[in-house]
């Protein structure tokens, strides 16, 4: 009973920092309703959250070499988490998640030109499978061609492309800089992350900051959405270092779950049966690719090495806010 209970603290890991990537939109709207935009909350917080790394961790932060994969990392790391914050501030958060969870047909085409890892036709179907989900979801007579009917859609299709890229980008700093730490990586995407959504608040209409009491509250939310992410980051990471890849990103779907209901129950959002139908075929894609991985060798072999593995355990990575 105790070794069972003992092999289950990953999953719990998980869980738990899927839980909180789905319900992180909230405080995220209750700082947007204090006067913080999109672009600052995200600023601040990924600030916030690199700070505690490099405070909490800095033994373990080790000066590395110079790789191009670095900024191009912080970038795409900045992009993802801009756009799920703008988006799930401005938009219906389980459209927006839903958009952001096309990951699996990204990754394939990101891992193809940039890995050099083939394109089999079971990666093309899957990441078919995933594009029709994000098309039946956004398709009406009314609107015709399926696209992102909003700035907010848009934000959440993007977030999902740029997470995909970091996945890659993960995986190829891993193979070029074999000495990086996940510490200095966590703090690589954090500050890069802080650092684009800082330049991108530059070119937003800022309303009247927060004051009194307002704005104790206000720094009292940055500060604990910075502690509690950094914190979760590491935790899952916990849990994906012991759980099979495979494994470890279905569970990771439980986000959905949890979005999906803190919407419904804070927000008064309930999808309708065209977003059901659409994100079952994405939540569909993202099983089958786990299931269809589950044996393949981490490295080293010529049918897509860490496609399936690595780039899969690098989801605790996500710097969201």
């Known amino acids: 009973m105790n070794d069972r209970i003992r092999n289950g603290w990953p999953t719990l890991a998980i869980m738990l920092g899927a839980s909180v ?88 085409l990101f891992a193809h030109f940039i890995l050099h890892e083939r394109l089999t036709w079971t990666g093309a179907a899957l990441a078919a499978l995933s594009l029709m989900g994000a098309m039946l979801m956004l398709w009406s007579p009314q609107l015709g061609l399926p696209l992102p009917g909003n700035l907010a859609e848009w934000a ?67 500060l604990g959405l910075g502690f509690a992410l950094a914190s979760n980051n590491m935790l899952v990471q916990y849990g994906l270092a012991r759980v099979p890849a495979n494994r470890a990103s279905i569970i990771m779907l439980f986000e959905i779950v949890v979005t999906a209901l803190s919407a419904w129950l804070l927000a008064g959002e309930v999808p309708g049966a065209r977003e059901w139908a659409g994100g079952g075929c994405i939540v569909l894609a993202s099983v089958l690719s786990s299931w269809l991985h589950r044996g393949k060798p981490a490295a080293g072999s010529d049918a897509e090495p860490g496609l399936g593995d690595d780039s899969k355990r690098q989801d605790g990575q996500r710097a969201m806010v």
């Open 21 to 108: 990537w789905g319900f992180v939109w909230y405080p995220l709207r209750l700082l947007a309703a204090l006067g913080v935009t999109g672009t600052a909350a995200s600023a601040l917080t990924s600030a916030a959250a690199c700070g505690f790394v490099l405070i909490v961790r800095r033994r373990a932060i080790a000066t590395i070499r110079w790789h191009w994969v670095l900024p191009a990392l912080a970038f795409a790391a900045g992009v993802t988490n801009l756009g799920f914050v703008w988006g799930t501030i401005h938009g219906e958060v389980m459209r927006v998640l839903l958009l952001f969870y096309l990951t699996p047909a990204w990754t394939a």
């Open 156 to 222: 959440g299709l993007a977030a999902g492309m740029s997470f995909a890229m970091s996945n890659v980008l993960i995986l190829k700093a891993s193979r070029v800089l074999p000495g990086m730490k996940p510490e200095m990586r966590t703090a690589t995407i954090f500050g890069g992350a802080a650092i684009f959504s800082s330049v991108a608040s530059l070119f937003e209409a800022m309303p009247a900051p927060p004051a009194g009491a307002h704005l104790g509250v206000a720094a009292l939310l940055v």
